[in-house]
């Protein structure tokens, strides 16, 4: 990966602002821009002392890294070939972050405009416009509109854990039968993501199981599958520093003209904003309204209950989104889920999901498997 290149963008951006610093948390956004892996899996906070100022502080000249010294010492051996050119371990006695404000003073920080990305920290925040004085913006963009162009290296990886997705699904299915609990399933699906090289999954997946004894929708799942039930899957896995995000459906049993007739709407759905990427320039709230009508001249707008999907890469959420009120225009290298579904509850839950690339002359589906009706014997 080229980070001086994505620093330099970065720079430039800041430039154009008159930022005299960007700030950066331990995150998947500090990873693309130098190179030093993120800290912590991105759903999940954890409580060390001085790990909220953890990330880079990226100035003209500069790429520090702030790392509290316990967590340190298990990424300061790993720092060639990253972008940074000063690493600052903060001692496990400073709970007040001067470390963190003694080094941000020697750069001549105080009084400054300084741009941070949107998750950084309110400690941090409130450090910058209390003890420097500075001017504190929200600057976001700069890097979301770096993060949302793969390159070709991205892309590759992308492709390969696409492929992992659709294996591990492939996998799985002979779990799928009655009596079989959903936590077991869950539990082998991530095992299934590391047996084929994914560090961990890219966010807490899920088996949306519906019929009419299920538990809540979303959420931890104790429930057994029976007869009469749909599995909807929706799962992913962190590849290299990339994350994947995938969703099929499977019938328990025969499913009726109803469940027939919603899996045909969901395929066409997300088909219909697919194929009009071809069409030429696309937004976001385009292929969303593309999808949701398709779903409204049907008649059951109201069980199509989220957006139509998110950019994806280093975060399985990113910017921009498929979703009212984006009008971004999707741009080749862009890659992006597109994931309708229909939800009633204690009747079904029936979605697609793939991982789409957005090309010169349309789009490319990075997963392959199988959208065909899948019935396994109840």
Same mark, same amino acid.
Do not use: S
């Given at each position: 990966m080229d980070y001086q290149r994505r620093i330099a963008a970065l720079r430039a951006g800041m430039a154009q602002r008159g930022l005299a610093a960007y700030l950066v948390p331990a995150d998947a956004s500090m990873e693309y821009l130098s190179g030093v892996k993120r800290v912590y899996r991105n759903y999940t906070h954890m409580r060390q002392n001085c790990?909220?100022?953890?990330?880079?502080?990226?100035t003209p000249e500069q790429v520090l890294y702030f790392i509290p010294r316990l967590t340190g010492m298990g990424t300061l051996p790993f720092l060639e070939g990253t972008a940074v050119t000063k690493a600052v371990s903060i001692p496990d006695p400073d709970l007040t972050g001067e470390t963190w404000l003694r080094e941000l003073k020697t750069l001549g920080l105080s009084g400054k405009h300084i741009? @941070?990305?949107?998750?950084?920290?309110?400690?941090?925040?409130?450090?910058?416009q209390n003890v420097l004085e500075a001017k504190v913006t929200d600057e976001s963009d700069l890097v979301d509109s770096l993060r949302a162009i793969k390159d070709e290296?991205?892309?590759?990886?992308?492709? /390969?854990?696409?492929?992992?997705a659709d294996q591990v699904y492939h996998e799985i299915m002979p779990m799928i039968r009655p009596g079989e609990r959903v936590r077991s399933i869950e539990r082998e699906i991530e095992r299934r993501f590391e047996t084929h090289g994914c560090s961990c999954p890219s966010f807490p997946g899920e088996c949306i199981v519906l019929g009419p004894n299920s538990g809540p929708i979303f959420g931890m799942n104790y429930d057994k599958i029976e007869k009469g039930y749909t599995v909807a899957f929706d799962f992913g896995g962190m590849y290299q520093g990339y994350c994947s995000d995938f969703g099929r459906t499977v019938f328990v049993g025969e499913p009726d003209r109803e469940l027939v007739r919603y899996h045909e709407l969901v395929m066409k759905a997300q088909l219909d904003a697919m194929e009009a990427l071809k069409s030429g320039e696309c937004t976001g709230q385009m292929l969303n309204d593309i999808a949701h009508g398709v779903m409204d001249q049907a008649g059951i707008g109201a069980h199509f209950i989220h957006r139509l999907g998110h950019c994806i890469g280093k975060d399985v959420h990113e910017r921009p989104f498929l979703a009212p009120g984006e009008h971004?225009?999707? /741009?080749?290298?862009?890659?992006f889920t597109v994931e309708p579904s229909i939800?009633? @509850?204690?009747r079904c839950c029936i979605r697609v999901e793939d991982v789409v690339l957005r090309t010169e002359t349309g789009y490319e589906c990075l997963n392959r498997i199988t959208k065909d009706i899948v019935v396994v014997e109840a």
């Open positions: 790990l909220e100022l953890a990330g880079l502080v990226i741009g @941070v990305n949107r998750d950084i920290r309110a400690q941090a925040v409130l450090m910058l290296e991205e892309i590759a990886l992308m492709r /390969k854990n696409a492929e992992i971004t225009v999707l /741009k080749p290298g862009m890659t939800v009633v @509850v204690r």
